[in-house]
C-alpha cells in the first residue's frame, strides 16, 4: 500500500506537466524531495515518468524508481484547478521559481477549494 500523488512541474507558457507517484507521498518526504531539486531536475522526472506509466518513488539515496507502466497515467491538467477528492492523497507542483507547493486530496469536499501549502507540515 502508497501513500499515492500527483507530482507536477508549472512550465513557462503558464502550464503544467505531471505524473503519478505510488510511494512515500506524504509532505515530511515528499516537500524535502522536490524542494532540494532544480527545477530541471524535477521537470526531468516527471517527463521520463510520463513514457513510463508513473514514477513508484522518489528516495534521497536511490533516486528515482520508475512504474514502467505499472502504476498509472500521466496528465497534462492544471493542478490549481483540482478540487475533488482524489483516489491520490497529496498533490506537489514545482514552480518555476524552485519553491514547492502540496495539498491534501483525499478529504476535498466537491465545490471547496483545498488550500495550499509552501512548507513542510510539522506533525502528520
Not at 497515467?73 to 498533490?91: A, G, H, K, Q
Not at 519553491?99 to 491534501?104: A, I, N, Q
Request: net charge negative; with cysteine; hydrophobic share 30%.
Amino acid at each position: 500500500m502508497g501513500t499515492r500523488s500527483h507530482i507536477y512541474i508549472e512550465i513557462e507558457d503558464g502550464g503544467f506537466l505531471g505524473t503519478y507517484c505510488q510511494f512515500d507521498g506524504y509532505p515530511s518526504h515528499m516537500f524535502p524531495q522536490l524542494t532540494d531539486r532544480s527545477h530541471d531536475e524535477v521537470y526531468s522526472i516527471i517527463v521520463k515518468g510520463q513514457t513510463r506509466g508513473g514514477i513508484s518513488g522518489i528516495h534521497p539515496t536511490r533516486g528515482v524508481d520508475f512504474g514502467d507502466a505499472e502504476y498509472g497515467p500521466s496528465f497534462l491538467f492544471n493542478p490549481m484547478d483540482y478540487l475533488e477528492s482524489s483516489p491520490v492523497n497529496y498533490v506537489y507542483v514545482k514552480r518555476l521559481d524552485g519553491s514547492v507547493l502540496w495539498r491534501e486530496t483525499r478529504n476535498a469536499v466537491s465545490g471547496e477549494p483545498m488550500p495550499w501549502f509552501n512548507e513542510m507540515p510539522e506533525e502528520e
